[in-house]
């Protein structure tokens, strides 16, 4: 834990008093999105201090040239990055002609500011005494509508405490913005057109390269006590930037206003040559509802969502805080709506990871969106990879491999991919698995059947031709090895038989064939055309077989473990409680040689085979496994603590899992890993809600049966969340010594609670431990 200034509060982030160290780290804390944009919450108002400034736009980026000290064959041509977008929050303020900013002030008081997640708003508001000793009172409110999803909404307030003063607010548009990630110092945007016109005002820009084109816009409205004025504004423009002057005289006591609707239509939904009059259109219809209608129906849309996506905690304001900023910036990263879109590990926070889709979205937010929103929502998750096939097969193509062999990228926009890190591109393959396993996993927890007839059958084709084609046998072993590869544990390159990644090949090959025998029973035709298309032979389905059947994993009789990869034990095996604390962590520290060349894991590794096939081995082997590898596992990745949390519960061991629910629910609100400044971690958000309702609860999906094993945590009074179970809301709820469940919509449903069948329906049914 590396910082502690966040109030515990159960709905809203907030922080009171201003640090300008602060100041990064709360604009990846307060950010915003709606699912199509986002942005960091950046001051509206000038400041000269440390700051990132960010806004995201969906689906829009641009392939930025790879940069690499030495160039291997193979390598992508570039890394595809989320763009920072033209700023449209900005609003100058001026006071008497002196500009108001935070860091030159003469003083700061009353600083605070509130992201309220149950309502979707952020406020800030302070005193301040300017350069040239005059004193305000500041409040500003800014929110991204989720019913007008292409639009953003300020209320900025300014009120002169001790004296008259003229107030200026300086709404703008800026355009000549650049990414802090850029690895050339490239200009990413070309800009086309800015105009105005009365209180309005466009820029138009494209893209380089991917011709993205983007109309970012803005309104504004002056107010005095409440009453609009009509003020014209002077107009400041350039060939990158506009800006409105708008000044009033305000008396000492009166309150001055701007109202300021802003934000981005693209081509990806309009017309490239009509971007200003759909601009237009979206500005008629939200300066017509107004600023306050607006913020209604943005509370009722939040509304709507936490009452199915929320989890309510009682007893522990901390674990309440964690699990819901959690979901609320899930939900503020996507929506569903949309299958071309997906979800970056920093989302809208920020510009690392290139804000591009990695196995993060299949392992860790498919159960989270497939059990708290609905079916189609999840299977759009599907569909996305299902449209980056082709890209795929073009990926391993590049590397050597044939015949449809497909390999998913490890970091992509477009299924192409744009990864520039050798033992990433080249070597964590195990990402072809996870594509793989939320098939199944889609699979076994909705019952729809239809994706892998109508798209899966073709993707797993295609992944399990590419592990048939990068085993090879070794006749030292009398089995099928797998060398130079990188599992999910990062802190390892290039090694040889890595359990997990060859477990899940074998898996995927097995998983294929599986499908394929059910497709030629009950599903001819498909079978038929998909046969036809793939070109799938006899002698690649016998060889999977063989594969499958003698596959190498490297096992310890001394510890009764399948090791990580062969030659572990080589190792000097020290346990992470004998490191020095003040020197974590290690990758902050440590050089490169040194970390590969210790014991210390990343992340579940071997435990990720154990989580994800945890029907395959037995308590006691997962004990074994999770007390030899736990002790050695530093937790520096955001994806870490929730498998292992779940884990903890599984074993029994609510204490350890606590601590380690607490870890990542709060890795970004206690800043675990010191690196907060550059965004959240968002795909591991799904993780803290699979530590509760997977972990704490117990909750499977065997046999097309829900099962349970719900557990309470000591620090907790009770705990309740619902599923969308195949058309069948459920409720659950945990307290001490008992478990309540009802079905508030659908049909009655039968589950398992400790091994005990439990028929549910529209009345609460008690089950008692």
């Known amino acids: 834990m590396n910082q502690v200034y966040i109030t515990p509060n159960e709905w809203s982030i907030i922080e009171e008093g201003f640090d300008p160290k602060r100041v990064t780290s709360s604009e990846s804390l307060f950010s915003l999105g709606n699912g199509v944009m986002g942005q960091r919450a950046n001051f509206e108002e000038n400041y000269s201090g440390e700051t990132f400034q960010g806004s995201y736009i969906g689906g829009v980026y641009y392939p930025d040239k790879t940069r690499v000290g030495w160039w291997k064959n193979g390598y992508p041509e570039y890394f595809a990055k989320v763009l920072n977008a033209p700023n449209w929050i900005g609003i100058r303020v001026l006071v008497n002609n002196c500009e108001l900013d935070l860091n030159t002030c003469q003083e700061i008081s009353n600083f605070k500011r509130e992201l309220n997640m149950k309502e979707g708003w952020h406020k800030r508001s302070f005193q301040a005494v300017l350069e040239n000793g005059v004193e305000v009172k500041v409040e500003v409110t800014r929110f991204l509508s989720l019913t007008h999803d292409e639009v953003g909404a300020i209320d900025y307030k300014v009120t002169p405490i ?12 800026d355009a000549g913005i650049k990414n802090q990630d850029s690895n050339w ?6 800009i086309t057109n800015v105009e105005n016109n009365a209180h309005q005002a466009f820029i138009e820009s494209h893209t380089l390269k991917t011709f993205y084109h983007v109309g970012t816009f803005m309104q504004s409205k002056l107010f005095l006590n409440n009453e609009m004025q009509k003020n014209e504004p002077q107009v400041e423009k350039s060939k990158s930037h506009v800006a409105f002057h708008y000044s009033v005289a305000v008396e000492a006591g009166q309150t001055t206003s701007i109202q300021k609707f802003a934000g981005y239509v693209t081509s990806l939904n309009h017309d490239k040559t009509q971007l200003i009059e759909a601009s237009k259109n979206v500005l008629k219809k939200v300066t017509n509802l107004g600023f306050d209608k607006l913020l209604q129906q943005q509370i009722e849309a939040w509304g709507n969502i936490w009452q199915m996506s929320d989890i309510v905690i009682e007893g522990d304001v901390k674990a309440q805080q964690g699990i819901r900023f959690n979901i609320f910036q899930l939900n503020q990263t996507y929506s569903g709506t949309d299958e071309r879109l997906n979800i970056g590990p920093k989302g809208f926070t920020g510009e690392k990871y290139g804000g591009s889709t990695y196995w993060d979205t299949e392992a860790y937010c498919l159960p989270f969106y497939m059990a708290t929103k609905n079916q189609e929502v ?33 970091v992509t926009m477009n299924g192409e991919e744009s990864h520039n890190e050798w033992e990433i591109t080249f070597e964590e393959i195990h990402r072809n698995g996870a594509i793989a396993y939320a098939i199944f996993n889609y699979h076994r927890f909705t019952g729809d059947y239809s994706y892998i007839p109508e798209m899966g059958m073709e993707v797993l084709i295609g992944i399990a031709r590419f592990w048939q084609q990068r085993v090879n046998y070794s006749e030292d072993k009398k089995k099928y090895v797998m060398l130079g590869v990188t599992g999910p544990n990062e802190y390892e390159n290039n090694v040889n038989n890595n359990w997990y990644t060859n477990y899940i090949a074998k898996w995927c090959m097995e998983y294929m064939l599986e499908n394929l025998a059910i497709l030629a029973k009950d599903y001819a035709s498909d079978h038929e055309r998909i046969l036809e298309k793939t070109n799938l032979q006899q002698e690649e389905i016998e060889a999977m077989k063989e594969i499958s059947a003698n596959m190498y994993f490297p096992y310890s009789e001394k510890y009764k473990v399948y090791l990580q990869q062969d030659g572990f034990l080589d190792k000097e095996i020290v346990t992470v409680d004998q490191l020095n604390q003040e020197k974590r962590p290690i990758n902050q520290f440590w050089s490169w040689d040194r970390i590969l060349r210790s014991p210390y894991i990343k992340q579940a590794d071997t435990l990720q085979g154990f989580y994800f096939f945890e029907d395959d081995f037995t308590d006691e082997e997962l004990k074994r496994h999770f007390d030899f590898y736990e002790p050695l596992t530093v937790h520096e990745s955001s994806l870490s603590p929730c498998v292992h949390s779940i884990q903890a519960a599984k074993l029994d061991r609510m204490q350890q899992a606590y601590e380690f629910y607490l870890r990542t629910s709060r890795l970004d609100l206690d800043d675990y890993n010191r690196e907060v400044a550059e965004g959240c971690h968002i795909t591991s958000m799904a993780g803290t809600w699979m530590s509760i309702v997977e972990g704490f609860a117990g909750m499977r999906v065997k046999n097309n049966q829900l099962h349970f094993e719900p557990k309470l945590p000591e620090e907790w009074d009770s705990y309740s969340f619902k599923i969308n179970f195949r058309n069948r809301i459920l409720k659950v709820e945990i307290k001490q010594n008992q478990t309540d469940f009802i079905i508030e919509s659908g049909e009655p449903l039968e589950i398992m609670v400790h091994g005990k069948a439990l028929k549910v329906n529209q009345e609460i049914i008690t089950q008692n431990e």
């Open 162 to 173: 001790h004296q008259s003063a003229e107030i200026t607010f300086v709404p703008y548009l």
């Open 185 to 190: 110092d490239d200009q990413f945007w070309e």
């Open 378 to 410: 999840a299977k759009n998750l599907l569909v996305y990879r299902y449209n980056h096939l082709e890209k795929a097969i073009e990926n391993a193509e590049k590397l050597g491999f044939k015949n449809g062999a497909a390999l998913y990228p490890m």
